[in-house]
């Protein structure tokens, strides 16, 4: 079975509706052995914020050690975004074996009228794949209510009830306190219910789960907590227990999440003994998109998935939290709603937007558009596409204006894609390759067939809403050029991909025929262009990587890093390492003070700093660029003071804090791949394909650091070789490398002596030949800057690969 064949199985029972009870749940988890009954389980419920704290009850988890899986609900843009194993998403492969399981019997109880529903048939996903990788603990965001809720299914060892609003009055029932006890079922048996409800919400839990520990800020709450207001694009929040105390900042800004926090630390004190750091620290790493997501600051544009009046009142009092003129808001509901409440909650809006997100439950812009007029003094719009009017909204408004996206998670996806989209371009080399590509697009054997011999030009991947795809296609075919579209057959939940096959020429037109169309398609032609570098300005700042492939020598003072360890540990030795790469031609040195290699021990804070701080000092003299080798924020600080130039971060932004120092200091930064540095040498990890999935994860790292301030010419991109990835993986990474073009920034690579050369029979730690062979190769395909300890040897390989590209510039010299 393919994947888009098993993704349409599952789609396909959206049309069962859902039905009292989890007995549909527990059949189809006990027809795969039952899973969940070995799993310790946390369930979180609520009418708002329960995504969030589920989202930070994982990552303290995570961020003390434990191997942790995390089920929510919706997804922003794929459906494995669901179903989580240590922040990373289900693979595909998991997902067809899950199907190929499970399909006899779901078309068995199908046929007898008693099919599971889309959303029970993917809680039981969740917990079949948490039991199969073993995790410590299961987060579980309950759907709705909670008493007959899929997730309801477990035995949880603890559980909390965010808030309570009216919602789903047809389900749950008419008041609020009818709701609160269908939510409250999820209390666990030997533990208290963690709530944050109040008034008569709180009165019907405590009547429902009987043991409760209340979170708020008011002297009766058994947890308080405290919000500190507003820190840069960071929220301050102080949680004291009975007998503990987090004092932290949130990546999510609000009072609303900072009452989420302290819900979540309760939470993860009651599943284990957390450290006080780890728990503060998995607080601040806890990212979590759409959720008041502030994209950029002149004008502030920040996208937020509220979806009923209680939200959006919240989100409006977070916004008042930055200084603005006029508030421009586009907003995309679904006919379900309260859209009266919505407007009213809205009155604020000086200019509202109504648009359509591209789903069939989405409400006409006609009738959200009228509710802010009955409701506010707003300038109001309607135009049909979201990215249509994220546009509109954001050519009215001034520096100083802000605009919110919001209404529904599904308007804030659409939105999103202006910042997040990938356009992969793919080296499409005969006919046999062009087929390929198409078939990792998830188009149908059929469909690649057809098409495999006009994929032989310049060829892009990408994800588009499902219309979109159709009116590519069209275009296309009529410049002359081609699009394949994935066989997911979905219309609500999914973009598709797609692979479009064009000359440069064509991709010309076919930009200038999208401009001014609606359903987002504008705002492609400007992705387009730049994905290619169509009519682009040359806006570059003079850093060593803007000229052709930069070399950067490693300067390491360690004692034990695997190649050069110990060598150069007192500061002459490395001041006069320092200046023969520079004389062997090094356009930087990369001071590093902590050995990354895999199995290695971690090192001090402090002793980090004695041992890069002086060197760093003393190279001030030497006309190079000198970059830090360091995940850790306080060392990179310090090495910025002592003169650094350039931050390079192999945990891929881990610490919270990096982003908003390298900003801080408008240095650029190296953001890598790696599931975890240093790499456990045991970890067995699994990819789908390792260069889409390394772009796929480095798409949120690299939106980490522009939104803190960077530009994406500032944040370089490292596929991290070596680092969790088999040899066989490192090949494919520098055989694929102009894919990482797709994220819009400079490209790092760093190879020098690393254990994939054992694949063509070097040593590992001792491989100068292919080491300089492989930088000969990532030069030619486009690196940015490649990262070597032997600098003579590998900018000659550097000069070759530039010399084929452009002779003349040697021959000038």
């Keep these: 079975m393919e994947f888009h064949e098993a993704a349409n199985f599952l789609f396909e029972l959206r049309r069962f509706p859902s039905g009292a009870g989890t007995d ?107 039991d199969r990788q073993d995790v410590d603990v299961a987060v579980l965001e309950v759907g709705i209510g909670g008493r007959y809720d899929a997730t309801s299914v ?58 409760v520990v209340t979170v708020g800020d ?8 405290t919000y500190g207001g507003r820190d840069g694009l960071e929220g301050a929040v102080t949680v004291d227990g009975p007998d503990w105390h987090v004092d932290t900042h949130l990546p999510l800004l609000g009072e609303h999440q900072a009452h989420n926090a302290g819900i979540a630390a309760t939470l993860v004190r009651q599943v284990a003994d957390v450290a006080q750091a780890d728990l503060e620290r998995g607080l601040r790493n806890a990212h979590w998109p759409g959720r008041f997501e502030v994209m950029g600051e002149a004008p502030l544009v920040v996208l937020d998935g509220a979806h009923n009046p209680g939200g959006l009142e919240r989100t409006v009092e977070t916004l008042d939290s930055f200084d603005y003129d006029d508030l421009h808001v586009v907003v995309g509901a679904m006919v379900d709603k309260d859209h009266a409440g919505a407007a009213e909650a809205l009155s604020v809006a000086d200019h509202a937007i109504a648009c359509e997100p591209d789903v069939d439950r989405a409400e006409s812009p006609a009738v959200v558009a009228e509710a802010f007029r009955t409701a506010t003094d707003a300038d109001v719009e309607t135009r049909h596409d ?90 296309l075919l009529s410049l002359g050029g081609e699009c394949a579209i994935s066989g997911l057959n979905d219309q609500d939940e999914e973009r598709v991909d797609v692979v479009t096959m064009a000359t440069m020429a064509h991709y010309r037109r076919l930009a200038d025929k999208l401009d001014g169309q609606p359903y987002g398609l504008s705002t492609f032609a400007d992705e387009l262009r730049e994905a290619l570098d ?43 390492r320092a200046e023969q790469m520079v004389a062997d031609g090094a356009d930087i040195l990369d001071v590093g003070g902590e050995s990354t290699r895999p199995g290695a021990d971690p090192v001090p804070v402090e002793e980090e700093i004695d041992r890069v701080v002086p060197v ?84 949120e790292r690299v ?25 066989v993986e490192s090949f494919e990474l520098l055989d694929r490398l102009p894919e990482f073009r797709a994220l819009g920034c400079p490209v790092l690579v760093g190879h020098s002596h690393k254990s994939l050369f054992g694949l063509v029979g070097a040593d590992p730690g001792d491989c100068l030949e292919a080491t300089v062979a492989g930088t000969a190769l990532a030069a030619e395909r486009g690196a940015d800057v490649v990262r070597v300890h032997d600098v003579a040897e590998n900018a000659a390989a550097v000069g070759v690969a530039e010399a084929t590209r452009d002779p003349e510039q040697f021959d000038a010299n």
Aim: one cysteine or more; charged letters at 30%.
């Design 703 to 727: 939106l980490l650091a522009e939104k803190a301030g960077l530009d994406r010419e500032q944040i370089l991109v490292d596929p991290g070789i070596g680092f969790g990835k088999s040899a």
């Design 616 to 699: 760093v000092e003393a190279l001030a003299d030497v006309d190079v660029d000198v970059s830090v080798d360091t995940r850790k924020a306080a060392v990179a600080r310090a090495a910025l003071d002592a003169g650094a130039d350039i931050l390079n971060d192999v945990s891929g932004l881990e610490d919270p804090e990096m982003r908003l120092v390298a900003a801080e200091y408008d240095v650029p930064v190296v953001v890598m791949h790696s599931i975890e540095t240093p790499v456990d040498p045991d970890s067995d990890i699994h990819y789908d394909d390792v260069v889409e999935d390394c772009i796929d994860q480095l798409t």
């Design 154 to 211: 477990v035995d949880p060892v603890a559980s909390a009830v965010t808030s309570v609003t009216l919602e789903h009055t047809d389900i749950l029932g008419d008041t609020v306190e009818e709701i609160a006890r269908d939510k409250a079922h999820v209390a666990p048996d030997d533990a208290p219910l963690v709530t944050g409800t109040t008034g008569d919400a709180l009165d019907a839990v405590r009547e429902q789960a009987g043991d």
């Design 218 to 225: 008011g002297d009766d709450a058994d947890v308080t907590v």
């Design 534 to 576: 169509i009519q682009q300005p040359d806006d570059s700042r003079g850093y060593p990587w803007d000229d052709g492939t930069a070399v950067m020598g490693i300067l390491n003072i360690t004692p034990d890093s695997f190649h050069d360890g110990g060598e150069y540990n007192a500061v002459e030795d490395a001041v006069a």
């Design 386 to 475: 979201v990215a249509g009017a994220l546009g509109m909204a954001l050519d009215a408004a001034d520096d100083g204006d802000a605009v919110l996206v919001t209404g529904s998670l599904y308007a804030v996806r659409e939105a999103r894609t202006r910042w997040s989209r990938t356009m992969v371009p793919k080296r499409v080399d005969s006919v046999e390759e062009s087929r390929e590509t198409i078939k990792a697009a998830h188009v149908t054997d059929a469909g690649a067939w057809r098409m495999r011999g006009k994929g032989v030009h310049r060829v892009l991947r990408t994800r588009v809403q499902p219309r979109q795809a159709q009116y590519l296609k069209e275009e």
């Design 24 to 130: 549909a749940t527990r059949g189809l988890l006990s027809a795969v052995d039952d899973p969940h009954e070995g799993l310790r389980c946390v369930q979180i419920a609520g009418s708002n914020g329960k995504g969030s704290t589920a989202r930070m009850v994982e990552r303290s988890l995570r961020e003390s050690g434990l191997d942790v899986g995390l089920y929510t609900s919706p997804h922003l843009d794929d459906v494995r975004e669901r179903i989580r194993v240590n922040g990373r998403k289900v693979p595909e492969t998991a997902l067809v074996e899950f199907v190929e399981t499970v399909a006899l019997y779901v078309t068995e109880r199908g046929a007898d009228g008693e099919s599971p529903t889309f959303f029970e048939t993917l809680t039981a996903f969740a917990l079949w794949e948490f």
